[in-house]
C-alpha cells in the first residue's frame, strides 16, 4: 500500500472515530518540495493554531531579536515588566519563559472570567513553589510574559511585529490575529460549541484567557489563526536555518536553538528546546530523528520537524468540535501515527 492511501486511511479511521470531521496536513519533504492534502475541507482552510502561537510567531520572534543582539537569553524579565512583583522576581530571565521553567501552577482557564488586567496582575503577583529554571511547567503564563516584553522592547502589538517580520515577508496571507479582517468566515473552520460563551467559537479566540486578554492585546499563548501552506512557509524559513527560497529571514543560528536542549543542566529529566519540544514520541512518534522537534496546539493542531532531514509534517485539524475532549491522548496517538507514517516514508 503507498503512502497516499495509508494517509487517506488513517483520516478514514480518525473520522469513524470522531476524532475531527475536517484536517488538512502539510508535508516538508527534504528536497524542498511539499504536498498538502486536505480532508473534508480545502487545503486553505483557516485554523485556530491555538498554543502553536507560542511558536508561530512569540518564541520565533524572542529568537530572532537574541540573534540579531537586541534581547539576551540572560535579560531580566523585571527589565521589560517592572511591575512583575513574585517571588524570585529578580532571577526570573527571558530563558525561563522560553523553556516553560517557571513554577506558574495556576490554570489559566481558572481566570478567565476576571478582567484582563486582573489576569495579568494575578500572574505578575504569583508565589512559586519553586526557583526559576528548577522545575519545567508547561502552561500559557511564560509565553504572555514572553509576549508583552516583545510588545514593550518593539513598541508595537505582538500581531503587528509577527506581521512585518514573518507574516508579510513569508507571504503568509492568510495569517495572524484577526481574521476576518483577511478571510471570510466560511473559510474558516470552527472549533468548539463553547457553553462558557454560549456560542459556537468560529473566527475568534478558542483559548479563554487569551480571548479575555485580547481586549488589551494579542498575547503570546495563543491567539493566531492559519492555513497549512502558511505554516509550511514558517517552519521551512527554521529548518533553512532562517532563510527562504534565497532570502533571509532570520540571523544564522535558529535552526540549532530549536532543536537542541536548552535546559537539560537544570531539569535533567525533561528535553525542552527554546520554545519548542523535544523527543516527545507522545505526539512526534518514533521516527522523526534525532533532532526532531515539535510543537502542539489544543485545538488539534500539531508541527512535527526533523532538523537533520530538513523535513516536517503538519497537522491542523477541529480536535475540539463540536466539544472538547477531556484528554488528549486520542489526537496525541494520531499526531504520532502521522509522523511515523510520513518520516518513515522518507
Known amino acids: 500500500m503507498d503512502f497516499d492511501q495509508k494517509l487517506q486511511d488513517l483520516f478514514s479511521e480518525a473520522g469513524k472515530g470522531s476524532l475531527f470531521s475536517k484536517a488538512v496536513v502539510g508535508l516538508l519533504y527534504p528536497d524542498g518540495s511539499r504536498k498538502v492534502v486536505s480532508f473534508n475541507t480545502t487545503v486553505n482552510s483557516v485554523f485556530d493554531i491555538a498554543s502553536l502561537t507560542k511558536v508561530c510567531p512569540t518564541s520565533t520572534l524572542a529568537l530572532k531579536f537574541i540573534l540579531s543582539d537586541e534581547l539576551s537569553l540572560d535579560s531580566q524579565v523585571i527589565e521589560w515588566i517592572p511591575e512583575l512583583n513574585t517571588n524570585y522576581r529578580e532571577q526570573i530571565l527571558v530563558r525561563h519563559l522560553l ?5 506558574y501552577r495556576v490554570p489559566m482557564s481558572s481566570l478567565k472570567n476576571l478582567p484582563p488586567q486582573e489576569i495579568l496582575n494575578t500572574l505578575f503577583s504569583y508565589q512559586f513553589e519553586k526557583a526559576p529554571g528548577s522545575i519545567f511547567n508547561y502552561g500559557n503564563p511564560a509565553s504572555i510574559l514572553l509576549g508583552l516584553i516583545l510588545a514593550r522592547m518593539k513598541g508595537k502589538a505582538l500581531n503587528v511585529l509577527g506581521e512585518e517580520y514573518f507574516f508579510a515577508p ?13 478571510v471570510l468566515l466560511e473559510d474558516i473552520i470552527p472549533t468548539e460549541k463553547c457553553p462558557w460563551r454560549g456560542r459556537d467559537i468560529q473566527g475568534e479566540i478558542h483559548d479563554e484567557s487569551a480571548h479575555t486578554l485580547s481586549a488589551l492585546s494579542p498575547v503570546g499563548s495563543a491567539g493566531m489563526f492559519s492555513c497549512v501552506p502558511d505554516l509550511l512557509n514558517f517552519v521551512q524559513m527554521i529548518l533553512g536555518d532562517g532563510e527562504f527560497e534565497g532570502r533571509r529571514i532570520m540571523p544564522k543560528g535558529v535552526l540549532k536553538m530549536v532543536s537542541t536542549n536548552a535546559i537539560a543542566d537544570t531539569v535533567p529529566t525533561e528535553c525542552t528546546a527554546l520554545g519548542w519540544e523535544l523527543n516527545a514520541t507522545k505526539f512526534m512518534g518514533t521516527h522523526a530523528g534525532q ?4 510543537k502542539t496546539g489544543f485545538t488539534g493542531a500539531s508541527i512535527v520537524a526533523d532538523a ?19 484528554s488528549p491522548d486520542r489526537i496525541h496517538a494520531f499526531r504520532a ?8 516514508s522518507l
Open 99 to 103: 523553556t516553560h521553567s517557571l513554577d
Open 170 to 182: 513569508l507571504g503568509m496571507m492568510r495569517s495572524g490575529w484577526n481574521p476576518l479582517s483577511r
Open 291 to 294: 533532532h526532531a522537534f515539535g
Open 308 to 326: 537533520d532531514r530538513k523535513a516536517a509534517v503538519l497537522l491542523l485539524s477541529n480536535f475540539t468540535w463540536p466539544t472538547r475532549e477531556s
Open 337 to 344: 501515527q502521522l509522523a511515523d507514517l510520513f518520516f518513515q
